[in-house]
């Protein structure tokens, strides 16, 4: 299994060290003005920080990478876990510990809407795959299809008695801090729980369309530091003082081009191409589909004097993954801004201090939240129709549908096709 | 809800602390509102203006009925008492001429149709949403950033277009499916719909951190969040709306006049056996006046479901974007069921069997949520204002507030109606219905058909074969 780096780990570990050393010393290491006095204080607590850095990354890598070889599921778990961690963080944020002594139960209240938010949002996603996972076994299939068909009934009751119950504890004098940490947990839930789920449903269409928006953004981030290291001159926008155009410009050609190239690397593994259709965790056999099956393209002949090869071997996905790495350059960074105003905002130097020398969980996921949502969001609508065929789709339908079902389909197919040639 | 103004038997300590000032100074009123802008002569500032005469004289009301009710004996307070009767009598008949007007409009929308409705319910979210965008405002930092409400209407129209693009997607295509090229046009615009909307909400985030200014950080993250709560609020509920009216006027027209139904009984059980209040948040409310009410509405519920069942305008679903008359199988649920009376009743009785539509047991449920549930939507309501100090959300209708202010509790409904309806009445054939879609979405005409003969083969065999 091969090594990738992790969202988490060097990805921003560097640019960290540029905060913390232009916050020690006010040195803008981008803008290349070295303040001599501070140097040598600089270096022992420059590599002390970055040796912890170090440790810490490591240890995310070879997590995560284990978890990869795992499989889905347990990718499924990690997220969740940082999924957890990112709310707790978030949910503390605000808090004012002098109004929550006055208000027992009210974090109780917190944890009941993060509850029901995880059923609703996972309950959608994998419901599909946790009916093929019970299939054989008829008491739970009727059970968990029962469950399925209520499960918005259900998520909708439990948050209307979380409603109720948040109206019957307002207490005077408080209203306004208590409708503020309202609004503030349904923020939290959107923000968390949206890049999450999506997240989650790339993950089961496949580990290859989570892990390479993953490691763009963590390229972004390392060419970002390193071209502004060595070229950084002009600032790129106020919010974040070290961040220079020349950074910026490096670092969207060089996540571009690697994002051609690890979609091809990435996509000769099974392992990451095919998705899981239920909730298993053995090896997994497929036909990735005809995304990721080689294509052949001749090199123009003033290429191909140079070059020793006549022809390139493409797999269509590497166009998809073009796209994934502008976006991941140009916008994605936006999140990180957006995240380094809401800190200066509420005068919060760090949204947490779980992983040493980072920062908090979501110092780390800032931009990677962004770029979940637009992977989810580009594989519903670009790559999903186009790796529909006939086959697929029956298989589909013999798989998901049962045979009542099955019928219903075939006469209403039936009466669409017969309107089309009447109509036509 | 109605009752709050009429109701005069609550002592609002906000209000006690006001009969120190004179009425009807800017002084006394600028006391409560200390969350508005501080220009006395902004057009906002409706509770300031000398054109709203009913605020006004609700003000008027509420500074002198304190005194009246804690009977002390003045000759100041008999003037006051008899003030308090005149304006209570006049801000009842302004209310109750607003409330004909505005159920004289309701029922000519219902009249003209399901596009009609839908318009409606647009033209009402519009103005909730610019009531409360205004609400938590500061004139003073609107100044310094230009701009910035531009950002609201532009994640305004975004939500727009992602809520009604999904819920009108197979109303729209059957619409425009004579003409060719505007049907590829829709479709391929559906297709596309998410990531449309998802790159018009991308350009508004950039958008909004472009336009960070220092020092106003806070105030633009408060407004962004804000923007967003209130763009879920209402876009949340008038989305389940219009698909209820789009599954059948029925199932809009029975939880909106559920909730009318359990605020004018619950006025009028609480006016003549109010005594234990209710809830701190609204302290007009009474526990005689709930409980009535409840019993009152889920027994209406029974009886306007029979009514509004027989008619196939308001029970049949539309299927298109069309606006002519509905003809259709309404379905089991509106079918008459015969159940004969027990001999007893019908020895008194010219009946000998009553007729029931399956629907009504359902109505029963809406009725419960109608009267139990609902109404904690109006305390929220409350219990915000409260919070940030406001008196009501906007001024738009006269004596009773703005449009939030009527649609609190419908909001809360109208979510459940969609919920219920979808869980227990609608019949779900969720995964055929979505890979009919898929099929026509992604499969090419002859694929389509060569499907169709790959799938009757299959069949065939498992027909015949045996199981």
Same mark, same amino acid.
């Given at each position: ?34 303040? %001599? ?84 949002v996972?309950?959608r996603i994998l ?70 789920s999506f997240t989650v449903a790339n993950i089961f269409e496949?580990?290859?369309w989570f ?124 999140? %990180? ?21 980072? %920062? ?12 979940a949502?637009?992977?989810y969001?580009?594989h519903q ?44 | ?467």
């Amino acid at each position: 299994m091969h090594k990738e780096n992790t969202g988490d780990a060097p990805s921003a570990h560097t640019p960290r060290v540029r905060h913390h050393r232009k916050r020690n010393t006010d040195v803008v290491a981008g803008a290349g003005k070295p303040n %001599g006095s501070h140097l040598l204080v600089n270096d022992s607590s420059k590599y002390k920080s970055f040796l912890v850095r170090a440790y810490s990354t490591v240890w995310m890598i070879g997590g995560f990478a284990l978890i990869v070889y795992l499989g889905h599921l347990y990718i499924t778990a990690m997220v969740v876990i940082i999924q957890i961690f990112m709310a707790r963080e978030l949910f503390n944020l605000l808090r004012r510990t002098h109004e929550d002594k006055q208000l027992p139960g009210f974090r109780l209240l917190n944890w009941h809407f993060f509850f029901t938010a995880m059923l609703f949002v996972y309950g959608r996603i994998l419901s599909q795959r946790l009916v093929n996972t019970v299939t054989p076994d008829k008491v739970l299939y009727r059970l968990v299809t029962s469950l399925i068909k209520y499960h918005m009934a259900i998520c909708y009751s439990l948050y209307i008695s979380g409603f109720v119950w948040f109206i019957l504890t307002l207490k005077k004098k408080m209203y306004k801090y208590q409708f503020s940490q309202y609004a503030w947990t349904h923020m939290i839930l959107i923000v968390v729980f949206t890049q999450s789920s999506f997240t989650v449903a790339n993950i089961f269409e496949g580990i290859f369309w989570f892990l390479l928006p993953a490691s763009l953004i963590v390229i972004n981030d390392i060419f970002a530091y390193i071209c502004g290291f060595f070229f950084g001159r002009t600032p790129l926008i106020k919010l974040s003082p070290k961040k220079t155009w020349e950074g910026f410009i490096g670092a969207s050609i060089t996540t571009m081009i690697s994002a051609f190239l690890l979609a091809n690397i990435m996509g000769r593994f099974l392992w990451l191409t095919c998705p899981r259709e239920d909730l298993s965790t053995g090896w997994l056999q497929c036909d990735p589909g005809p995304l990721f099956k080689q294509e052949t393209h001749a090199l123009p002949g003033w290429i191909s004097n140079w070059l020793p090869w006549k022809e390139i071997s493409v797999l269509p996905v590497q166009w998809h993954a073009l796209c994934l790495g502008l976006f991941a350059s140009i916008i994605a960074p936006f999140g %990180g801004f957006f995240a380094s105003g809401f800190k200066r905002a509420f005068k919060v130097k760090d949204f947490g201090d779980s992983i040493p020398g980072h %920062g908090g969980i979501t110092d780390r996921m800032d931009c990677q939240m962004v770029m979940a949502v637009f992977a989810y969001i580009y594989h519903q609508s670009f790559v999903v129709p186009q790796s529909l065929s006939v086959d697929k789709l029956l298989n589909q339908i013999i798989t998901n549908l049962t045979l009542e079902e099955q019928q219903a389909l075939f006469m209403k197919l039936g009466q669409v096709l017969q309107e089309k040639v009447i109509g036509s | 809800a109605m009752e709050k103004d009429l109701n005069q038997n609550s002592p609002r300590i906000r209000k006690i602390r006001d009969n120190s000032y004179p009425p009807n100074t800017p002084t006394s009123r600028m006391n409560n509102n200390n969350q508005r802008d501080n220009h006395p002569n902004s057009p906002r500032d409706y509770n300031y203006s000398p054109s709203s005469p009913t605020a006004r004289l609700r003000w008027r009301n509420r500074s002198n009925e304190i005194p009246a009710e804690v009977k002390r004996g003045n000759a100041s307070n008999v003037r006051n008492l008899l003030l308090g009767d005149k304006n209570k009598y006049r801000s009842m008949w302004i209310r109750t001429c607003s409330s004909l007007w505005m159920l004289g409009g309701v029922f000519f929308i219902i009249y003209m149709g399901h596009l009609y409705i839908w318009a409606m319910v647009v033209g009402i979210q519009i103005f909730m949403a610019k009531e409360l965008f205004f609400l938590l405002r500061r004139a003073h930092e609107e100044r310094r950033l230009p701009g910035f409400r531009l950002l609201n209407w532009h994640f305004f129209f975004t939500a727009m277009l992602f809520v009604y693009g999904r819920i009108l997607q197979q109303q729209l295509v059957n619409t425009v499916s004579s003409d060719r090229f505007i049907y590829k046009l829709v479709s391929g615009l559906i297709k596309y719909q998410m990531v449309i909307c998802y790159f018009l909400y991308i350009a508004g985030f950039m958008w909004f951190i472009l336009t960070l200014k220092k020092k106003m950080y806070k105030y633009q993250f408060g407004q962004y969040a804000w923007t967003h709560m209130i763009l879920i609020v209402v876009f949340t509920q008038s989305s389940f709306t219009v698909a209820n009216i789009f599954e059948g006027i029925f199932w809009f027209l029975l939880p909106a006049a559920l909730i009318a139904m359990n605020d004018v009984a619950a006025y009028f059980f609480g006016f003549y056996f109010g005594k234990t209040p209710l809830i701190k948040l609204s302290p007009k409310k009474t526990w005689e006046g709930f409980i009535g009410a409840s019993v009152a509405t889920t027994i209406s519920a029974f009886l306007f479901a029979n009514v509004l069942g027989q008619f196939q305008w308001l029970t049949c679903p539309r299927k298109d974007l069309s606006t002519g008359w509905l003809h259709c199988d309404p379905g089991p649920l509106f079918r008459p069921e015969y159940y004969p009376l027990p001999t007893w009743i019908a020895s008194f009785s010219p009946w000998k069997a009553i007729s029931i539509l399956p629907v009504q047991w359902h109505a029963f449920s809406l009725g419960l949520f109608a009267s139990v549930i609902a109404p904690f939507g109006g305390f929220f309501a409350s219990g915000f204002k409260r919070a940030f100090k406001i008196k009501d959300f906007g001024d738009s209708i006269p004596g009773h507030g703005g449009f939030t202010d009527r649609m609190d509790c419908q909001m809360v409904m109208a979510i459940f109606a969609y919920i219920y309806i979808q869980s227990f009445i609608v019949h779900q054939d969720y995964s055929v219905e979505m890979i009919l879609d898929h099929i026509s979405r992604s499969l090419g005409h002859e694929e389509q058909k060569m499907l169709y003969a790959k799938l009757g083969d299959i069949l065939r065999h498992k027909l015949q074969g045996g199981f």
